[in-house]
């Protein structure tokens, strides 16, 4: 098993920045892709970004291209999302998800592990 914890969530206004880390225990050498969805309320949880843990290789949604930077930390088992430009459309709750296969997916069935996650608030 691999244990997800999520923090960094918060309140901030229009046009500025969060990073959100992500800190994986457990079984991590079992895990090959790690990602963030987001979820608002009413709405599906949806894929933000995700990045190939060996190679660094990184993929984001059209929504958050060139305002959103994924990026890890081997050797703290961490993946951070750092936002900037935010915008009251990103208010959501981010969940950090882990996949066990080596291929990247945009898809929240195809991930085996799940934080709990951390709630983010844009205001405008």
């Known amino acids: 098993q691999v244990q997800l914890v999520e923090s960094g969530g918060g309140l901030v206004q229009a046009g500025g920045s969060l990073r959100l880390p992500c800190a994986a225990s457990?079984?991590?050498?079992?895990?090959?892709?790690r990602g963030w969805f987001r979820q608002a309320p009413g709405k599906e949880r949806k894929f933000v970004a995700g990045?190939?843990?060996?190679?660094?290789?990184?993929y984001y949604a059209d929504s958050v291209k060139g305002r959103f930077t994924i990026s890890r930390d081997n050797a703290k088992n961490t993946v951070y999302l750092q936002m900037n430009s935010l915008k009251p459309e990103d208010t959501a709750v981010y969940y950090c998800?882990?996949?066990?296969?080596?291929?990247?997916?945009?898809?929240?069935?195809?991930?085996?592990?799940w934080g709990q996650g951390t709630q983010v608030t844009v205001s405008s």
């Open positions: 457990g079984r991590t050498f079992s895990v090959n892709v």
């Open positions: 998800a882990a996949r066990r296969s080596y291929t990247g997916s945009l898809f929240l069935a195809e991930y085996d592990y």
């Open positions: 990045i190939d843990w060996s190679t660094g290789t990184t």
